[in-house]
């Protein structure tokens, strides 16, 4: 019989979490309590408060798949700086190439020959003939969006409902549930209402798609190949085909954005399943944590733009960036893409991620539970809900943020960190066999409390 949730013993069980996380982190706590008085919120970065316990764990240091706090706890480390350091934390050849680099200048506004490298490993890995250096995932897609508006001479893009691709302003939007779109929920400060920049459908929808772009004034189609921001949503059969021929069928661009998904293969998601994207943006873990982000396009998008350009006012034009392309972030994305993120690197990680899937199924079966694990490469996701979600609305509605809250804490309480605003884990190939096992044991732990 499928066992049901009792509410009361959960929030119950939330409070014992919440008192062990509390009595285990005092230095922390001591921490955290120091920086509220300099730092809105008691954190560097808005995000950083979004975590489980009910103040963040400071960071005493990290190395490969772990970490330890100011406490002296040690972690297996699943969130990996929210795929900014997938490659696992420090790692050696990105760091080498970074002591390196730095006594010889880090930032110049002239290139050095590192980044005609990295142009021509892009291009092997994505197939996309011209790149362009940004300092974040949100830049690149921000100037593959102005890029596209630029050249279609169109003033509108498309996104997918609940997708997320940094903090790119015209990508706050969603459908209510009557399915009219609207800002979504939260959208600080918005300049303009995205209702007037942006269409938004429901991912997987291929009648929507063709709808929505024959009226001729969408300039791109930003997309994940595979949604990872709401859960993993994998594309239906015949979608991606769908989608490129409907975008270019309406005279849309279609950027493609390999930022998460880049954990399908050395190639990301693009290169496994033969995409042909106009433009492709990715960022985070290329540069094994030190910032920095790309963004490719084809032939045909280079010439125009370059017809389009006047060099004069290049630096005013709104793409760019002073550090974009700074020599320490092109060493750091030289080293990592030729020794880090390699065929081998993918073989161990997905290899161990099976491992971690299998284990997480295994108990999702012995308890009889309504739940569900998808898995991309290296990457995996658990869902409270019995079937796939299609799309991002039916992953939202799916969302219950007192569990997904106590499953966290739980984790962490023994020593694992989850990735925070949902259930995923994304495994290093640095991490162990028995580590995995232990989460295995762990997640049945917390299921035994909740349900056995
Ligand atoms: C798919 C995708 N694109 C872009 C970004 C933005 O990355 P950043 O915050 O490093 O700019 C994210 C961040 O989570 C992402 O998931």
Same mark, same amino acid.
């Given at each position: 019989m499928t066992p049901v949730l009792e509410r009361s013993r959960l929030t119950k069980l939330l409070q014992i979490e919440e008192q062990l996380f509390h009595k285990n982190h005092p230095k922390s706590y001591e921490l955290y309590q120091r920086a509220r008085k300099s730092l809105h919120g008691g954190v560097?970065?808005?995000?950083?408060? $979004?975590? #489980? *316990?009910?103040f963040p764990v400071f960071v005493k240091e990290a190395k490969g798949a772990h970490f330890t706090d100011v406490d002296g706890n040690e972690y297996i480390d699943l969130c990996l700086g929210d795929t900014g350091a997938m490659t696992g934390h420090s790692p050696t050849a990105t760091v080498q190439a970074i002591n390196e680099q730095i006594q010889k200048g880090i930032t110049l506004m002239l290139p050095y020959e590192d980044a005609i490298w990295v142009g021509e490993e892009l291009q092997r890995r994505f197939g996309l003939p011209y790149w362009q250096f940004a300092i974040t995932a949100t830049d690149a897609n921000r100037f593959a969006l102005r890029m596209a508006r630029m050249l279609t001479g169109r003033p509108k893009i498309l996104v997918f409902n609940y997708c997320y691709h940094g903090s790119v302003d015209e990508t706050f939007i969603v459908l209510d549930e009557e399915g009219t779109p609207m800002s979504r929920p939260n959208n600080m400060g918005p300049q303009v209402n995205p209702q007037y920049t942006t269409k938004v459908i429901e991912f997987n929808d291929i009648a929507a798609l063709e709808t929505a772009l024959s #009226? $001729?004034? %969408? #300039?791109a189609v930003l997309a994940?190949? %595979?949604?990872?921001?709401?859960?993993i949503i994998h594309p239906n059969p015949g979608y991606h085909d769908a989608l490129r021929e409907i975008t270019r069928k309406h005279g849309t661009y279609l950027i493609i954005d390999e930022t998460h998904t880049i954990c399908a293969s050395p190639g990301g998601y693009t290169a496994s399943f033969s995409l042909q994207p106009d433009f492709l943006t990715i960022g985070k873990p290329i540069a094994g944590g030190v910032p920095a982000a790309v963004y490719g396009f084809t032939e045909e998008v280079s010439q125009r733009f370059a017809e389009k350009l006047n060099v004069d006012d290049a630096d005013v034009? *709104?793409? *760019? *960036?002073?550090? #974009?392309?700074n020599a320490l972030s092109i060493a750091a994305m030289k080293a990592t893409l030729q020794h880090v993120l390699t065929q081998d690197f993918y073989d161990k990680a997905i290899q161990l991620q099976e491992r971690f899937t299998e284990g997480v199924e295994s108990v999702i079966k012995e308890f009889d539970l309504p739940w569900i694990v998808k898995r991309l490469g290296n990457r995996s996701e658990y869902w409270f809900r019995p079937k796939p979600p299609k799309n991002g609305g039916e992953a939202f509605a799916a969302i219950d943020h007192e569990l997904d809250r106590y499953m966290h804490l739980f984790m962490l309480n023994r020593g694992i960190l989850m990735t925070p605003f949902h259930n995923m884990a994304l495994i290093s190939p640095e991490i162990t066999q028995e580590s995995v096992n232990y989460h295995t044991k762990v997640f049945r732990e917390a299921i035994v409390s909740l349900f056995g």
């Open positions: 560097p970065m808005l995000w950083m408060i $979004r975590w #489980a *316990g009910s #009226a $001729r004034d %969408v #300039a994940e190949p %595979v949604m990872t921001n709401i859960g034009g *709104g793409i *760019g *960036g002073t550090l #974009a392309g």
